[in-house]
Nanobody, 122 residues
Framework: QVQLVESGGGLVQAGGSLRLSCAASGSIFSIKTMAWYRQAPGKQRELVAA???????NYADSMKGRFTVSRDNAKNTVYLQMNSLKPEDTAVYYC????????????????WGQGTQVTVSS
């Protein structure tokens, strides 16, 4: 069993900041890329930011300069620091991770968290 549990969402005023966390637990051998996605009402899920196990990051253009993704490999946790938030950042934010299991069969799977709501008021 592998689980991703997100935390840190909430309601914030425009211009404010939030920090999301996502912790992976269970039968984990290794975690490759960890990423944050978001889905606003009536829209498709989109990539926010991703980070490899070696720390290489990638951001969607609209998040560059405002959001920072980081991870603590010892804690199997990925973070998303969101600054200068805008009302259009309102969405459910999902954590995703490519995880190789430590139990049998030791395949790599893509796992999703349950999502955390971020609401930015104007």
């Amino acid at each position: 069993q592998v689980q991703l549990v997100e935390s840190g969402g909430g309601l914030v005023q425009a211009g404010g900041s939030l920090r999301l966390s996502c912790a992976a637990s269970g039968s984990i051998f290794s975690i490759k890329t960890m990423a944050w996605y978001r889905q606003a009402p009536g829209k498709q899920r989109e990539l926010v930011a991703a980070i490899t196990s070696g720390g290489i990051t990638n951001y969607a253009d609209s998040m560059k300069g405002r959001f920072t993704v980081s991870r603590d490999n010892a804690k199997n946790t990925v973070y998303l620091q969101m600054n200068s938030l805008k009302p259009e950042d309102t969405a459910v934010y999902y954590c995703n991770a490519a995880i190789q299991r430590s139990d049998w069969p030791p395949y790599e799977y893509s796992y999703w968290g349950q999502g955390t709501q971020v609401t930015v008021s104007s």
